[in-house]
């Protein structure tokens, strides 16, 4: 019997779903997965590198598509499914179009949803957009919010969305990168490691950030600078017009494995990634976070991160001081990830349990 519906669309969703899956699973609670397919090319070897394999496969993603189309999309897809199976709780993840229009279906066929890292605001709707107003929205509509640090669920407090639903888990991104750096091949030690991908960087902003790497690579003999292409159009036409440089290397986006152990053995990561901000922090990896804003602030309170925005001349700059500065660069590493131990899988399932006992009692 399906008891448990999650609903995934992007690799970062299933990574930081399957620990919470696999707890499930562990407890003999019934799950089915629905892969939307919004990112085709990362999720098909994500879900084979953890293990997994969707019940159903919605294959909504279509070329030059547009947010609101595939919201449209996945609703539609996903009612049927939710009436035939009929589960007691849908699970989302994070802030994708995936999960905003996953829980709003949810929401419409009376099915409960519960929010795997609910909680994070960076309080700007327009960074990261539309991540920002989508976590709102399926925060507000669900009935379990799992809440990764103490400061995301002092959040959902001051939207009134406390009480006994909102549990604070930790991060399920350090159960899953802890788990697969375990199993990874290392490579490219010491190389600096970035990824830009965020909508808001589209155009010049990330054509100068792209501008900043090959600075760097030209600047530094010691240093191999690796950036690891997102499939998004954009980043694809934006990594084609860089001009070459032979200590830039450009990668074809890896399985999620090999990321990880990319990741693992790299000197510091520079990105605008969310979920790369976590996971650098797990392994110890220092971060340069290319944003004006964070949704993580733990992080830089933290001491593992360091909010240098988008000018290229600060991106070089506080690159070359961690290069340079082996105290700096120690001392971030060292930092305490405040995302958690790595056991935000079992409380996340812990916590579905209870919730399904008690709706059964009722």
Request: charged fraction near 25%.
């Amino acid at each position: 019997m399906t008891r448990v519906l999650a609903v995934l669309g992007t690799r970062p969703e299933a990574v930081k779903l399957a620990p919470v899956v696999r707890a499930l699973r562990r407890r003999g609670i019934g799950v089915r997965l629905v892969s939307t397919g919004q990112h085709r090319e990362l999720l098909d070897d994500a879900l084979a590198d953890l293990g997994l394999k969707a019940d159903a496969d919605l294959r909504l993603m279509r070329a030059g598509q547009t947010h609101v189309r595939l919201a449209a999309r996945v609703l539609e897809g996903l009612g049927p499914l939710l009436a035939r199976w009929r589960p007691a709780l849908t699970l989302v993840q994070g802030d994708t179009t995936t999960a905003a229009a996953a829980a709003l279906a949810s929401f419409h066929a009376g099915v409960p949803v519960g929010h795997v890292e609910a909680g994070l605001r960076s309080f700007d709707r327009a960074n990261p957009f539309p991540e920002e107003g989508n976590r709102v929205v399926v925060d507000h509509l669900s009935a379990l919010r799992f809440a990764p640090t103490r400061a995301a669920r002092a959040n959902l407090r001051r939207e009134g969305l406390g009480g006994p639903g909102s549990l604070v888990t930790g991060n399920t991104a350090v159960d899953a990168v802890r788990w697969a750096a375990a199993r990874a091949p290392r490579s490219r030690p010491g190389c600096v490691l970035a990824t830009f991908h965020r909508r808001e960087s589209f155009g010049r902003p990330l054509e100068r950030m792209l501008g900043a790497l090959r600075a760097l690579a030209a600047r530094r003999a010691d240093v191999r600078v690796v950036f690891a292409v997102h499939p998004n159009p954009a980043v694809r036409r934006a990594a084609r017009a860089l001009r070459p440089h032979p200590r830039l290397e450009l990668l074809a986006p890896l399985p999620y494995l090999d990321f990880v152990g990319l990741l693992a053995g790299c000197r510091l990561v520079v990105t605008d990634s969310g979920g790369l901000q976590e996971e650098a922090s797990a392994l110890g990896r220092p971060v340069l976070v290319a944003r004006d804003v964070t949704e993580r602030p733990e992080l830089l309170a933290a001491g593992g991160g360091r909010l240098v925005g988008r000018e290229p001349a600060r991106l070089v700059r506080e690159a070359e001081r961690l290069l340079d500065d082996a105290g700096a660069w120690r001392r971030m590493s060292r930092a305490r990830c405040p995302f958690g131990d790595g056991r935000a899988g079992e409380r996340t399932a812990a916590a579905v349990a209870r919730w399904l006992a008690g709706r059964r009692r009722a």
